[in-house]
């Protein structure tokens, strides 16, 4: 039971994080243009990393 709540929970929280990623894209590609990056890219990635570790895992 509680592996599902974490697993739904990692999902929620990777969905969450693409929808933010893109809502800023036009912001991030302004601040890219003034030489600061946004690490949006590294909370995706480590976010899908530890969904999928955590669903292989459950099989």
């Known amino acids: 039971m509680i592996r599902r709540v974490y697993l739904a929970t990692l999902f929620a929280l990777y969905q969450i ?13 302004a601040m890219s243009r003034a030489g600061v990056v ?6 995706i990635e480590n976010l899908g990393d530890a969904y999928q570790n955590a669903a292989g895992q459950a099989r």
């Open 38 to 43: 946004l690490p949006v890219h590294r909370i």
């Open 17 to 29: 994080s693409l929808a933010v990623g893109i809502m800023l894209m036009p912001f991030a590609l």
